[in-house]
């Protein structure tokens, strides 16, 4: 029998940020840490990215908020950049927010521009200008 938080995966392949709580919860409780949950998430959307996009892109944007889920997306722009693709990533929080600032410091060290900028302004500019 599966629960009504497995049956809206299947359905419609997303959660409700209320049902994303729950699950980072649950996991915490069995041991999962976030962080392990950020690493997991972000090499699956790189790696579903790469294979994507190998054959049509010279190159990523990566927007980012400052959550969770920024999070993830900071973790996939550190594998692609380490992967080789070039990257640019928007990271839509003050730069003062000590984890994220942590964490894209590996995508910087690999060559790849990160952009702090609460307004998403520029990462606007460099969409519209790809």
Known sequence: MTTQ???RITQF???TAAESRALDSASEAVG???DTLMETAGWQVARCVHQAARYHAASIIVVAGSGNNGGDAV???RHLRAWGWSLDAFILADES???LRAMTQPIIK???RVTF???GDSAVRAIRSS
């Open 97 to 99: 927010t000590g984890r």
């Open 117 to 119: 900028d609460e307004s």
């Open 110 to 112: 690999q060559g790849g």
């Open 5 to 7: 938080l497995e049956d």
């Open 32 to 34: 999962i840490s976030v």
């Open 75 to 77: 973790v996939a722009a």
């Open 13 to 15: 392949g997303s959660l």
